[in-house]
C-alpha cells in the first residue's frame, strides 16, 4: 500500500504515541501483545521512525481497544503540536 507520497510509510509522532501509552497506564511491550505488532517496530515508532500503514492501522486499532486510566488526562499533558519532520 503506497501513501499519497508513494513512499509506502507513514510519519508517526513520537511524542504523541508516549502520550497514548501514558494515559492508558500501558507500556511499548503491551501495546505490541495487544497490536500484533512486533516490540521493534513500536520501539522504532516510539523514536520518530516511519512505519508501514499496516503497522499503524494495528497500533492504532489496539489503543482504541485499550481504555483510559481515570482522570490520566488531567495529570499527564498533551504533546505540543510542533511539526516535526519524520526520521527516516
Same mark, same amino acid.
Request: proline share 8%; glycine share 10%.
Given at each position: 500500500?503506497?501513501? =499519497?507520497?508513494? #513512499? @509506502? &510509510?507513514?510519519?508517526?509522532?513520537?511524542? $504523541?504515541?508516549?502520550?497514548?501509552?501514558?494515559? +492508558?497506564?500501558?507500556?511499548?511491550?503491551?501495546? =505490541?501483545?495487544? #497490536? @500484533? &505488532?512486533?516490540?521493534?517496530?513500536?520501539? $522504532?515508532?516510539?523514536?520518530?521512525?516511519?512505519? +508501514?500503514?499496516?503497522?499503524?492501522?494495528?497500533?492504532?486499532?489496539?489503543?482504541?481497544?485499550?481504555?483510559?486510566?481515570?482522570?490520566?488526562?488531567?495529570?499527564?499533558?498533551?504533546? +505540543?503540536?510542533?511539526?516535526?519532520?519524520?526520521?527516516?
Amino acid at each position: 500500500m503506497k501513501t =499519497a507520497s508513494g #513512499s @509506502g &510509510v507513514v510519519p508517526v509522532d513520537p511524542d $504523541r504515541l508516549a502520550y497514548e501509552l501514558a494515559i +492508558r497506564g500501558v507500556t511499548q511491550r503491551r501495546l =505490541a501483545e495487544v #497490536s @500484533g &505488532v512486533t516490540a521493534f517496530t513500536i520501539s $522504532r515508532a516510539g523514536h520518530g521512525r516511519q512505519l +508501514r500503514p499496516s503497522s499503524l492501522g494495528k497500533l492504532t486499532a489496539a489503543l482504541l481497544e485499550i481504555p483510559l486510566l481515570p482522570g490520566s488526562e488531567l495529570l499527564i499533558s498533551q504533546p +505540543r503540536a510542533e511539526t516535526k519532520k519524520p526520521k527516516r
